[in-house]
């Protein structure tokens, strides 16, 4: 216990440090304040349960952890380490002022396993600590750039300080005390023989005060600097993943008021939702989310750690300017800087592929992609400025209902001969619909597809119908290039089209088609049971309703649609139906799954030139082809059609071929 000049100090340091911790506090909510209203208040219990989830376990780092990368076990190590003795920090405290707390609440055993337990932790999280140095400064990933990070040699050197001072004080005391107050404590009293031995005993008692006091102005200093650093994210992120999205899982936010609505989109800072402010307190900087974006690993500008990092820092740059006009513009909002065009390095809004990969892997719930969209909403909506080779895409979409601007009445072409129910030829009622999509509707290659599912429900005996003509764009691309207005308007004229016909669900064969009727059209009023193929396909080949012939004997590799992988957890399906072949060597590429590499199309860059940098789908086909494959097998039409030109990019049109899953079950059906 302190003597009463102690308790004063104490006391003292507990009031300067909690004055400036509110008073950062207040300006980081203000900040906060700044951003546009959005509701992430709803479902508290499973917020917290989803938050207290991914921390208490460590989910949130350890899903990133692989071979090549074992980084998060590091995190995990410090973190469990570093919360038995923030805890311990507490008791300190208490027993500045109350010498024997823990004894009196806890019994007289208490000190020696938790010193015991503090002693363990101290020693791991060192450990991990030297590990962090080496991984950073030795042989650090190109994820960890700069490499003369001061923050993060400052919380190195922080918590190696506190972990040694505290054995210190444990040290002095156990030479100062006739009775130890906790026997357990060997890091402690390994400390205090090695004080012994070098004359420190007279002095133990007046040291250990000196330690202590050092030990307590380091611990509130450092929740101070927490605040002031990069490493906010300490305490922001358990907020951001309290306000994870709850909404399905790649669903845009959509424009609700398209009519009354002055500005679009996300110009200046204040322009996003304070959520997505907070994304950016919530970031470590760590770099997973570059590490796995195919617009940097194709050497684009860019990268989705500086993305963040430069909003962030323009947002602490201008926040007390900001503030200030805030209150004086009053109603009328003056013009701020462009975070576009004045923050961030020219054209990256367009880099993106919308492939989610970013947001897959981030351990603290930042959300990349909203953000990219939301400016793309405004250069399109309010500019008019995006790449002009889009224009065509528009204006198909616009007249035709489709991005090649192919006239909407050969929309059904595909299917004269094959004898296929048009629901509005027929009486209207179906077991399934099969909503067929643009690329397999116009696109030579990709009708092979459509007429391979055809054959495919035929074989299983289904009753199924085509919208033929009647059918429209999903408005996918649209809406992923910042055409609002133009999806919703593709989106409410579909919703009204399958209201004539009565249907079980809506079967589709493209991944952006399967998420945008799956989880955007309920925004519209279109709630559907929509199915993507590849699941459609196991169920009936697991049903025993489509008979293979099993004779396939080839090497496939299979390709995991982003929109359909990430997007909406579709891994196993298409697996599944390859090893139902006996004679199928199925060889997993070095990138798969959640990991799985994007074809470059997504985010409507199917209908962009490829301005700068590699070729994404080069880099992927690559990727496949590097594990020998006779088969590329793939179950997106836009993925397809990028493996092929990558097959020709590569000149290995004869090594090997590009199938869809469902071209190489219709190929293996028993007659």
Same mark, same amino acid.
């Given at each position: /216990?302190?003597?009463? &000049? ?26 906060? =304040? ?33 071979? =090549? ?64 140095? *080496? ?12 490499? /003369? &990070? ?78 002031? &650093?990069?490493?906010?994210?300490? #305490? ?19 424009? %609700? ?44 500008? #860019? ?20 503030? $200030?006009?805030?209150? %004086? ?14 923050? #961030? ?13 970013? /947001? ?93 599912? *055809? ?33 919703? /308007? ?18 589709? %064969? ?9 989880? $955007? ?26 008979? #293979? ?33 006996? =004679? ?24 962009? $030139? ?16 590097? =594990? ?24 290995? *049109? ?18």
């Amino acid at each position: /216990m302190l003597p009463i &000049s102690g308790k004063i100090v104490l006391l003292l340091i507990i009031a300067i440090t909690s004055y400036i911790f509110v008073q950062r506090a207040r300006f980081l909510v203000c900040l906060l =304040k700044l951003g546009k209203e959005e509701d992430r208040f709803d479902r508290p219990w499973e917020r917290l349960r989803y938050a207290m989830g991914q921390v208490l376990t460590q989910r949130c780092v350890l899903k990133n952890v692989t071979s =090549k990368d074992r980084s998060g076990l590091g995190h995990m190590l410090i973190f469990y380490g570093f919360c038995l003795f923030v805890i311990s920090y507490g008791f300190h405290i208490a027993e500045g002022f109350y010498h024997r707390l823990s004894p009196a609440l806890f019994g007289e055993g208490f000190n020696n396993l938790f010193f015991f337990l503090l002693d363990a932790a101290g020693l791991i999280v060192l450990f991990a600590l030297g590990w962090a140095a *080496v991984r950073r400064y030795v042989i650090r990933p190109a994820r960890l750039e700069p490499i /003369m &990070s001061k923050g993060a040699a400052i919380i190195i050197i922080l918590i190696s300080s506190l972990m040694i001072i505290g054995f210190s004080v444990e040290g002095f005391r156990l030479l100062a005390e006739d009775q130890p107050f906790a026997e357990w404590a060997f890091v402690g009293a390994a400390f205090s023989s090695v004080f012994a031995q070098i004359g420190l005993k007279p002095y133990a008692g007046t040291l250990f005060y000196i330690f202590w006091f050092v030990h307590m102005v380091i611990i509130f200093g450092f929740g101070v600097y927490l605040l002031y &650093s990069k490493h906010l994210h300490i #305490l922001a992120s358990h907020f951001n993943l309290y306000f994870h999205s709850t909404a399905p899982k790649g669903a845009l936010r959509p424009i %609700t008021d398209m009519e009354e609505a002055e500005m679009f989109g996300a110009a200046e800072i204040t322009d996003f939702s304070w959520k997505h402010l907070l994304d950016l307190y919530a970031c470590t900087e760590c770099g997973q989310c570059t590490a796995n974006c195919p617009a940097a690993i194709s050497e684009k500008p #860019l990268t989705p750690k500086s993305f963040i990092v430069d909003l962030r820092n323009h947002l602490f740059t201008t926040g007390r300017e900001l503030l $200030e006009k805030q209150k %004086t513009a009053g109603a009328e909002k003056e013009e701020g800087v462009c975070v576009i065009t004045d923050v #961030l390095p020219e054209g990256i809004v367009w880099d993106c592929t919308n492939c989610m990969a970013c /947001m897959e892997v981030c351990p603290v719930g930042v959300e990349h992609v909203p953000k990219i969209v939301d400016m793309r909403r405004y250069l399109v909506l309010m500019e008019s400025n995006f790449p002009a080779v889009v224009q065509t895409a528009f204006r198909g979409m616009e007249r035709n209902s489709n991005p090649w601007n192919l006239g909407r009445g050969l929309r059904g072409d595909w299917v004269k001969d094959l004898n296929v129910p048009i629901l509005s030829e027929g009486n209207g009622e179906v077991e399934v619909l099969y909503y067929v999509g643009c690329s397999a509707s116009y696109d030579v290659r990709n009708q092979k597809v459509a007429k391979s599912m *055809v054959k495919i429900l035929k074989a299983a005996g289904i009753n199924f119908g085509v919208l033929g003509k009647e059918e429209g764009c999903c408005g996918d691309s649209a809406r992923r290039i910042g055409n609002e207005y133009l999806y919703q /308007m593709m989106a409410r004229e579909n919703i009204e089209t399958f209201k004539k016909y009565r249907f079980g669900k809506i079967l589709v %064969t493209c991944p952006h088609g399967y998420n945008t009727l799956k989880k $955007e059209y309920p925004e519209f009023g279109g709630a559907y049971e929509v199915v993507h193929h590849t699941q459609l396909i196991r169920d009936l080949i697991n049903a025993g309703r489509l008979k #293979l012939k099993g004779d396939l004997d080839k090497t496939i590799t299979y390709h995991d649609s982003c929109f359909l992988g990430r997007y909406n957890q579709i891994y196993e399906a298409p697996r599944e139906i390859l090893r139902s072949m006996p =004679k199928v060597k199925l060889v997993e590429m070095d990138r798969n799954h959640k990991f799985s590499f994007c074809c470059g199309a997504g985010g409507g860059r199917m209908w962009m $030139e490829r301005i700068r940098g590699q070729r994404v789908y080069a880099i992927r086909t690559e990727q496949a082809l590097d =594990k020998g494959p006779e088969y590329i097998a793939t179950a997106c039409p836009f993925c397809m059609t990028h493996f092929e030109d990558g097959l020709i990019f590569f000149n290995a *049109v004869e090594k090997a071929k590009v199938r869809d899953i469902a071209e190489i079950v219709a190929e293996q059906l028993v007659e």
